[in-house]
């Protein structure tokens, strides 16, 4: 029996992102360390490579795994109200 790997669409993953979350969202990022690293998102999210949802974010030199991005949403709220 062979065991089937179910891994979300990145694509989807990306939209979801997109639609909620414009350029200039603040965020936290969960790195390697676990250390929390806070930043806003300079781009989009996209797709890398046909297999990895990332975006970039100002405090990070290049993308980072939209995965361990969250959006700082009590930090969001206020600068949106």
């Not at 936290?28 to 949802?53: F, I, M, N, Q, W």
Request: hydrophobic residues 35%.
């Amino acid at each position: 029996m062979t065991r089937q790997h179910h891994r979300s669409d990145p694509q989807k993953t990306v939209d979801r992102w997109n639609r909620a979350y414009p350029v200039g969202t603040p965020v936290v990022v969960k790195k390697d360390s676990l250390e929390g690293v806070r930043g806003k998102t300079t781009s989009e999210a996209y797709v890398l490579g046909g297999h990895s949802a990332v975006i970039h974010i100002d405090t990070i030199r290049g993308c980072y795994a939209l995965e361990r991005v969250a959006a700082d949403v009590a930090l969001f709220a206020r600068t949106e109200g």
